[in-house]
Antibody, heavy 119, light 109 residues
Framework: EVQLVESGGGLVQPGRSLRLSCAAS????????MHWVRQAPGKGLEWVSG????????GYADSVKGRFTISRDNAKNSLYLQMNSLRAEDTALYYC????????????WGQGTLVTVSS | EIVLTQSPGTLSLSPGERATLSCRAS???????LAWYQQKPGQAPRLLIY???SRATGIPDRFSGSGSGTDFTLTISRLEPEDFAVYYC??????????FGPGTKVDIK
């Protein structure tokens, strides 16, 4: 069964850091570019960051550039998002999603991990 | 940066009716780079359509996608009760910089 399972979310104070993880199973992880997509409460989807299969290409949304760092460990079938200098507006459900090599859409998706930034 | 606009914001229809959802891009998008997703409350998004018109695995044929350039359409031929949800279009720009539209909510009239 294809599965992505996020973890690491929680309540954090503004200015602090948090590291999200996404564990993949049921597919060949290093055949996929991987992404983080977030959804603030009651709002739409916002792409956050993406990383190519070999970490050779990385992108960030302007809203997180310089504060968030995406990485992956293909040996562990895992994706990470290091989030520093967190702000209230980073409060959201964070999904990891895969895009198979040569494709331009997200499938599969995890169920998300909730990050709440509040004092 | 390509910006996607979706209309209408909300579509109120009855089961059995036809739903037509629009996604407009601020500049031309390759059809290969245009996808549609369905999201129900409390669930992750689900891929419906990729490459503007190809149905993802397991998606019923009442869902269809069309369009090119800057104008794309998702059509649900006859709404089933499980189709009432929010629908997002997504484009995949260059250098790993995808973007989503703001979504269209299809709710029960």
């Amino acid at each position: 069964e294809v599965q992505l399972v996020e973890s690491g979310g929680g309540l954090v104070q503004p200015g602090r850091s948090l590291r999200l993880s996404c564990a993949a199973s049921g597919f060949t992880f290093d055949d996929y570019a991987m992404h983080w997509v977030r959804q603030a409460p009651g709002k739409g989807l916002e792409w956050v960051s993406g990383i190519s299969w070999n970490s050779g290409s990385i992108g960030y949304a302007d809203s997180v550039k310089g504060r968030f760092t995406i990485s992956r460990d293909n040996a562990k079938n895992s994706l990470y998002l290091q989030m520093n200098s967190l702000r209230a507006e980073d409060t959201a459900l964070y999904y990891c999603a895969g895009a198979a090599a040569g494709t331009y859409w997200f499938d599969p998706w995890g169920q998300g991990t909730l990050v709440t930034v509040s004092s | 940066e390509i910006v996607l606009t979706q209309s209408p914001g909300t579509l109120s229809l009855s089961p059995g009716e036809r739903a037509t959802l629009s996604c407009r891009a601020s500049q031309s998008v390759s059809s290969s780079y245009l996808a549609w997703y369905q999201q129900k409350p409390g669930q992750a998004p689900r891929l419906l359509i990729y490459g503007a018109s190809s149905r993802a695995t397991g998606i019923p044929d009442r869902f269809s996608g069309s369009g090119s350039g800057t104008d794309f359409t998702l059509t649900i031929s006859r709404l089933e009760p499980e189709d009432f949800a929010v629908y997002y279009c997504q484009q995949y720009g260059s250098s790993l910089h995808p973007a989503f539209g703001p979504g269209t909510k299809v709710d029960i009239k």
